[in-house]
């Protein structure tokens, strides 16, 4: 069965909606059926006629109308889940809304602007027995998927050195004064929350640290830096880490790295071994050994293990198909699959106090916080 | 409008039958709307139904009912175009058939079994104004467009030497004889034609080297091999390249490369500069001068002409893309656009030529042969 | 004229002494004349007859011998210079004895163990008029001259982000226990000081950072581990940055980085570019621009204006030939050239500097300090 | 004991002679005595002080003086042996004085002119049981040996194909006619012999196939072209290889490929596995399997078997620390070492045949030529 979806945000000249969208229908498993493209339901039912061929009567103008309106159909029409594309700050209530309306949903990252909200969903979710996943798209790379499964195999020892870096330089110079909407709401503290580079890319870095390691961040200690003149949140930054069973590492994220474009990779060595995955050459997992020469495992390759591929080796398959790998595993799970594989709204919840963390640190001058709630803590 | 198709091939178990249908989807310029999945009708409406969604009414038994069945639709039900996923030898009647009732064709390479049918082909489509595509898919690839766009603003120069290869391994043993489907066909004379190793890959590799360079291949010397023992057709070859206006050149093509997972490549020197593209790394084009630093283009990258993206720079794009710009162009034709960039049947006899060619080349012991027909040659 | 030099250390098994040697004679312009490669007398000159074919004469039991002995000769006999090449808590009363002497000094990283040592040494230069060099030999490579020249041109503009890594995999396990004398001197706070990794090549990153940015480093946040059970020393770290004209940075350096060889690499983006430069493809420098292709630039190679290589390019030229180019400026300023660029006695002191404040910072928990000294703080 | 050598050739302003001898001195093993810089004693003499330091009784005029010269010495201080690095043509006379003097000898590639010139020259070694190296230098890169060891021992099975690049593009206008000493020769059919590029690096490339895959090369198609107008030998070609046991491959060489350093490369697929190495990335090969990840097998490295390097792996060695690695193997041989790796006056004579025959072979439009004497075919 085909799984219908709701798409919120993707409206006209988005950039991530269209992407969600075209990664939730790859393989044929789901299909837009409804949406909110627009505040403005005129122009949210011109969008969704436009853009996704949707009738006017599922084009919705604010998620209440959507709660409602879908709960009014008959179950075999109404959808499955919906997709929450929008900017960070409207992901709390969006959610809320969907979750408390008895909808499964898709979030982008980062999961809420607090972990106080996250923690809230997270509860949500659990209550009403409802799936969230928080696209952390980069998880969903077959050989990520391959470096977590040799990590988790112990192929590489214990682990002992982290790496991860997300470098772009798009954010180089003040494109938020030039009118490029991304920018805008990526450097503005009221639709970002309080991070930049570290709520953006950061977070990304941060999942992918503990999905392919296997371990916990349990203390950080981060210096941000705001190096375009007038801008208000973060837009490069290095942080240090301590991770659970003793490992260390660091995690460098930075939108003013001129001439980078989306440089994520991550590197982890282990006392027996160590592997190296980047982003730009997804395909490709080079893992060494003390003892024997250095390997490079590809997509689909001889000896590796990991699924997620839909074409034979040496045919890339990039950005699209792992964002398309986590709503696989999502409508998996909502057909009832076990043992489904994509990061939930505790990995959200994680990511969010990460984020808090770091920027909690770095306006400190840079001192060590643990990740943690200490006790007493306030939220 | 988005276009309705029609898909012959991509039953149960097919590859490429599918890659053609998510290509032609992608951009949501086009959706499958008919087909003809298998030359049992019982089983062509299973496989429509269940793999596509198709009402039964759509899933026909062979091309002449599917011709008959759309004629018979008011036009706005009728499909726009048919794909033919077929092996090879298929091909030709099937094309044929589509085309006399009138139905525009994307076909799948290599175009026919023989340029004499190629060339009844390519009468056809021109006598009766329509369109065909041959997907070629990886001059799809932007990177290939930038190159293509390079050499002809002259920026290479004259064009003096050119080398294209396109190598893999999966081959190098008898994948025919332990039940392998793709094997199978692709070493029958009876389905695939006179050609093995450069029918099947060896002719992206001439279609590549015409594309990029805007040559012409005049002649031809080839040396092909059949490694594995028992293999009737060709899964290893070298042929040495005479090109318009004096360039030389050399394509190889091998299934028994082993390792080697689809390592398509080519290399064009001009009297100022030189270019690389390799296909497992699609989005980077290096370009060097004699005079001046070497050159790193990528697909959205800054100083990148070519269209073609559909993400940031950084976000790997890949096979699937690429064919999909093919039926982005091909879409555009059918809906009016002027300037498409897609292969037609001209590329499609010109491929099938240059495979005679080669075939010929090599059986007589590796003599040189010149790629036009020889005044009073039979066809 | 070929300038005759000595060399302390270099004894049998030795290793970075013989590289001393090939690398100071490389190109003709100084021959070795003298050494003392044993504290015994006895073997000292059987190494010296064995090893360099030089007369017992010039074989000395010690360095006050060897002060001594060329003292005693005509000028025209005596050494230039003399090359340090022993473990590094020798390397002050060495150095202090050869300059006493009125010996002309190259001496291995890092400078000295204590930081009031080096101010010492780097006093008695100045008094004596006397030239030092410290082998930092990475900023020997052309590229990374290369990269220097560029960044001082201002073609990056304003430095803001430094990542510079030293990673190696040979200490993963406990070979200071195996019998390794290399492990062995490495590892021991006796003879290698208060650091290990960073130490031996995390002073490597420091001056390289330095080197290429042409910023100084003016605020530490270490966090050094010790991964190998019963290891005194540090064996990795990540240390964050504050440079000069507020740009940020992180050195990484390890020793149990398994499968990592000698993976030095330093990034450096600006306002207006970023590069990139590995040494293990050290005939490579990568720079990228905002708005337009990126460049390749290699030794030798069209564009490159970095002087340093002795063979067309394309030739590969390694490590030899870079710790050659830092004799070739050391000779070519005791011929009396100006202009030369070889790191001096107060780049040894900055480095001996560094690692004490990294140690400093990491046994305080990870906070902050400042590299210039504070005023009032005993030396 | 150190060897003494004499140098024909490397006067002012040469290239390849400084390079032999820093090779031939590199490991201590040898050091030059004596020479002959210029066919004008005084201008002889001058050279061999000023660059190499020599006496003038030790600096001839002609090879009969040094030969003669030599001879009237003591045995203890008499040359060993003497490198030729002086322009193709030359080879002949110059080498068959050395060994009817009785003097070993080490020649630059191609060894001469004509098959017969080479065949009379290894008549002589044989009668004389003298002892002659080649310089083919990059098969002494220890990666290069690595990937012949593995060959020779199975681990690819059945060799199957072979691909051998050498491109350059510093000839790519008409550098001859520019004062372009190098160019200069190098273009002359007098000095060079018949053959440009195809004798300059074509043969270096047909060394490597029969090194490295241990094949025999049994008939050549060529296709030969001169690009830059005026030019009356090749700078540009390809070739098809049929090899011992049923091998087939290309060799392609070109001059003219602007852009490319030097690029040489050889790739070799058996039926069990493939391999590539590239020359100016020297340090790594990598290996291919159908059923285990593709490795990376690096100088020093894990796995690595090879010998060859000085220094730790990651401590990049180069083109000159190759070269040296047959001067280390001909010394050897010279003090009595079985079973060295150098190529001899056979392996000069085969590269000589092979040039031969791909002249012809283009000259004759394209045909196909046996490498081996046909009977009754004069010499």
């Known amino acids: 069965m085909v799984l219908r979806f709701a798409l919120i945000g993707g409206g006209e000249g988005a950039f991530i909606g269209a992407v969600h969208r075209l990664a939730a229908e790859l393989d044929g498993a789901a299909r837009i059926t409804a949406g909110c493209f627009s505040s403005d339901p ?34 075999a029409e109404r959808v499955h889940f919906a997709i929450v594309a929008t900017p960070n700050h409207t992901h709390f209530p969006i959610v809320r809304a969907l979750l408390e309306g008895g909808i499964n949903v898709v979030c982008d990252k980062p999961f809420t602007v607090t972990s106080a909200e996250a923690r809230t969903l997270a509860d949500l979710c659990r209550q009403r027995s409802l799936q969230l996943a928080v696209t952390y798209n980069y998880s969903g790379y077959p050989m990520v998927r391959e470096a977590r499964r040799l990590i988790a195999d112990g192929a590489l020892g214990t682990i002992r050195r982290v790496q991860c870096e997300y470098l772009q330089g798009w954010l180089s110079q003040d494109e938020e004064r030039t009118g490029n909407k991304q920018a805008e709401w990526r450097t503005d503290p009221a639709r970002a929350g309080s991070a930049g580079a570290f709520g953006d890319i950061g977070s990304h870095a941060e999942q992918l640290v503990r999905y392919v390691s296997g371990l916990d961040i349990e203390a950080v200690c981060a210096d941000l830096s705001a190096f375009v003149p007038g801008r208000l949140l973060d837009d490069d930054g290095n942080v240090l880490l301590r991770l659970s069973g003793g490992a260390r590492g660091v995690i460098s994220a930075s939108q003013i790295a001129v001439g980078e474009e989306n440089a994520l990779s991550i590197r982890v060595y282990g006392s027996k071994g160590g592997l190296i995955w980047r982003q730009e050459e997804p395909n490709t997992l080079t893992v060494r050994w003390a003892d024997r020469p250095f390997e490079t495992r590809r997509t689909g390759g001889p000896g590796t293990q990991a699924p997620g591929n839909r074409l034979p080796a040496g045919h890339p398959e990039g950005y699209l198909e792992a964002f398309a790998n986590i709503y696989q595993a999502f409508t998996a799970q909502l057909r009832g699959a076990s043992e489904t594989d994509y990061p939930d709204a505790e990995d959200g919840l994680k990511g969010v106090q990460f984020i808090e963390r770091v920027v909690a640190s770095s306006q400190r001058g840079g001192i060590w916080l643990p990740l943690r709630d200490e006790p007493g803590e306030e939220q």
Chains 1, 2, 3, 4 share one sequence.
């Open 42 to 75: 005129q122009r949210s039912r011109q969008a969704g006629q436009k853009l996704y061929g949707l009738p006017e009567s599922r084009c919705y103008g604010d998620v209440s109308a959507l709660v409602a309106g879908e709960q009014a159909l008959p179950a």
